[in-house]
């Protein structure tokens, strides 16, 4: 079993910057591709960003190209969203997730673990 927590949402003028992190617990991330989503009130759970067990294939949103960075750090058994040039249509609570596989899928239901999800909020 994984349990993820994200971290690092909160309030952000529009430009601005957040970097988000998953850290994972109950055991290691080895093998795992994980993810990242986003659901706006009264929308689907979106697909924002994937990373793939190696690092080595990452996958992201048209909408956050360019803009968002994902990346994992094996020591720390964590996933970071880093968001940079923050819009008002980024707001959402955002998701981390593990899919028991080591390559990255944009796919919601391909995803075995999630984490509680953290409000990013960019004003304008």
């Not at 998953?22 to 697909?47: D, H, I, N, V």
């Not at 008002?88 to 999630?114: L, M, N, Q």
Request: aromatic share 12%.
């Amino acid at each position: 079993q994984v349990q993820l927590v994200e971290s690092g949402g909160r309030l952000v003028q529009a430009g601005g910057s957040l970097r988000l992190s998953c850290a994972a617990s109950g055991r290691t991330l080895t093998g795992y591709a994980m993810g990242w989503f986003r659901q706006a009130p009264g929308k689907e759970r979106e697909f924002v960003a994937a990373i793939s067990w190696s690092g080595r294939s990452t996958h992201y949103a048209d909408s956050v190209k360019g803009r968002f960075t994902v990346s994992r750090d094996y020591a720390e058994n964590t996933v970071y969203l880093q968001m940079n040039s923050l819009k008002p249509e980024d707001t959402a609570v955002y998701y981390c997730a593990a899919k028991g596989a080591p390559w990255a899928t944009t796919i919601v239901a391909e995803h075995d673990y999630w984490g509680q999800g953290t409000q990013v909020t960019v004003s304008s």
